[in-house]
């Protein structure tokens, strides 16, 4: 499912603006310099006006590379360094920097030139610097780590002691050491919070006791709830990283042999983010399928279409098509004296917007509504916008599929990862919008920790409330209770 280009990049964090400057075109910035543009041979990079479109891998890495006279374009380093690991592994890559840099220093030293050698090398730990804070999980490889302290350690030898270039090396090292940590800590926390515990029911008696607390007993207000669900999908989605994102490329990009593998690590966050929308989905089956009285139940699908309109105001479009999803499985859709007491306008409503028809044309249509809001945005409630996850990943992996990674002269196609980057960016920008809403931790326990029925106890729950209606569904609670007489 490919996703329309915007014609504008919304404002960025301090880092990713930093390195993506006002867009992410690989337009050839003025004063930047500009190298490579018609070199000849194995060195060739082609140029559409102006912009970076292919070249081989070894001068695209070469482009990579500051000289006395250049810097690379940041659009161009941020769009580089992310998508080079689909052909070659991060620290094989630094490898290769270092390797050029030692040459360029080599020729530098020959010629006796200590202020052109000390610039150069202020740009190599530049360099360093925007790879480190774009991407440092890098350099949780013991390899990377070793040949940034390799070529960290020949570039310092140019600088007196307490020079800016040591100092900017010790700064970038402290800040790297710090975000690594960061994330170890993170995923330590990850592993203590597993998803809530699946209830596969009693047996033969999936009810639960009248008085036992359900999602109404501690939140009441739609409002509320999707400001809670919002929080926790920020906090969710914040964990993920453009390289994590370039693992839906490189991991299932099985024809290149040079791809980047990569490990279960890296792709944990994206996983675990999927799986918070699945458990929210179960989450509103349960809550549906286990209420006993049908006003009861007509209650809280009422209340969950509201949940999921002010989701959509808000603009966090997976919490509400997660709810949609919930209402939408075969347990609580074939609740039919159920829904025939619900006010079904604002759930029509808010399937149109999820249809799937034409590549979800409507969902797409109110996505970039939000992003423009986002944009020219004077609040920070403004801000917020959080896309349907599987169809981001979605976008990212068809485009890849559409678009070679090498042309027929062999040249990378560039300009299929200056779009691939672009988007992954834009998310970027999205995920790192801070929450303005007041956490309330009760609601979010209740959200993280409540059991959710397994597809078995929700079909029990279901035929309990509504029994089967024909023969298939006859057939079908025939089995379960077969099954679970069974298994007691």
């Not at 603006?17 to 004063?31: A, D």
């Not at 610039?119 to 774009?134: D, G, R």
């Amino acid at each position: 499912m490919f996703l329309e280009p915007q014609e504008t990049m919304p404002q960025t964090s301090v880092v990713f603006s930093s390195i993506l400057g006002p867009s992410c075109s690989g337009q050839v910035q003025p004063g930047m310099g500009e190298r490579g543009a018609g070199a000849g041979g194995s060195g060739d990079l082609i140029f559409q006006d102006g912009r970076l479109i292919s070249g081989s891998l070894e001068a695209l890495m070469e482009h990579l590379v500051p000289t006395v006279d250049y810097y690379p374009d940041r659009t161009y380093i941020f769009t580089f360094l992310l998508s080079s690991r689909v052909f070659i592994p991060p620290h094989d890559l630094l490898a290769r920097v270092g390797q050029i840099c030692l040459e360029q220093r080599q020729q530098l030293q020959a010629g006796s030139e200590k202020v052109k050698l000390k610039s150069f090398s202020a740009k190599i730990v530049q360099l360093l610097k925007e790879w480190t804070e774009a991407f440092p999980y890098d350099f949780q490889d013991e390899k990377a780590m070793a040949e940034l302290k390799a070529i960290t350690h020949r570039v310092a030898q140019c600088d007196e002691e307490n020079g800016t270039v040591k100092k900017a090396i010790a700064q970038m090292t402290q800040s790297l050491l710090l975000s690594l940590a960061a994330r170890s800590q993170l995923q330590e926390l990850r592993e203590k919070l597993r998803s809530p515990a699946v209830d596969k029911g009693p047996v033969l008696k999936a009810k639960p006791p009248a008085a036992q607390k359900d999602i109404l007993g501690v939140c009441c207000d739609p409002l509320v709830l999707a400001q809670q669900l919002t929080h926790i999908e920020l906090e969710r989605v914040s964990s993920i990283h453009p390289e994590d994102l370039m693992q839906i490329v490189s991991h299932m990009d099985s024809r290149d042999k040079h791809r980047c593998r990569g490990d279960l690590t890296k792709t944990y966050s994206l996983e675990a983010y999927d799986n918070w929308f699945n458990c929210l989905s179960m989450l509103v089956a349960t809550e549906v399928c286990r209420v006993v009285k049908k006003k009861h139940r007509t209650r809280m699908l009422e209340f969950f279409i509201d949940v999921a309109r002010e989701c959509f105001n808000i603009g966090n479009f997976n919490s509400m098509m997660a709810i949609i999803s919930g209402m939408n499985l075969s347990p609580v859709a074939r609740l039919k004296k159920t829904w025939s007491k619900v006010k079904t306008a604002k759930f029509d409503v808010l399937e149109h917007h999820m249809d799937p028809s034409s590549n979800f044309c409507n969902y797409r249509t109110a996505l970039q509504g939000a992003t423009q809001r986002s944009q020219l945005a004077n609040s920070s409630r403004e801000k917020i916008v959080i896309p349907v996850f599987n169809l981001f990943v979605k976008d990212i992996y068809f485009l890849h599929k559409i678009h070679t990674n090498h042309l027929p002269n062999g040249h990378i196609n560039f300009k299929k990862f200056w779009e691939i980057s672009r988007q992954i960016h834009e998310f970027m920008t999205w995920t790192q919008v801070e929450c303005p809403f007041e956490k309330d931790k009760k609601i979010q326990s209740y959200l993280l920790t409540a059991p959710i029925y397994s597809e078995e106890a929700l079909f029990i729950a279901s035929f309990e409330s509504e029994g089967p209606e024909n023969h298939m569904e006859k057939d079908s609670w025939k089995t379960l209770r077969t099954t679970l007489l069974n298994r007691a």
